[in-house]
């Protein structure tokens, strides 16, 4: 978690991207209290029924990128060791990005 806290302080101001995180513990109000006690400030919303009705397999923790055409650039499970697992998210979100003309 102190991954996706990292990467939402480097992204949050932009409006070109959003993270988003979803919770599928079965107590959703363990959440907040989590949240503030390890000073996380990146949205959660409450997922279990979405996400085990579409994926009910899923691992967790998983990192998706999605296009703004809905297309899955990027699934990914965990943040592994990888100390520059932030600087390669960033990468990946600008990968997806659309190609500006002009």
């Known amino acids: 978690m102190p991954h996706v806290q ?4 480097r992204i949050k101001d932009r409006k070109d991207i959003q993270i988003i995180t979803f919770n599928v513990d079965d ?12 000073k996380y400030t990146f949205p959660v919303i409450p ?9 009910p397999s899923l691992g967790v923790p ?5 296009d703004t055409d ?9 943040f592994g060791s990888n ?7 960033v990468e990946a979100v600008e990968k997806a990005r659309p190609a500006t003309g002009g």
């Open 6 to 9: 990292k990467l939402y302080e």
């Open 47 to 55: 997922a279990k029924f979405l996400v085990d009705g579409l994926v």
């Open 83 to 89: 100390p520059k697992w932030e600087d390669q998210m």
């Open 27 to 38: 107590n959703v109000g363990l959440v907040e209290p989590f949240l503030k006690q390890n």
């Open 62 to 66: 998983q990192n998706w990128i999605v």
């Open 70 to 78: 809905g297309i899955l650039r990027l699934q990914q499970i965990g």
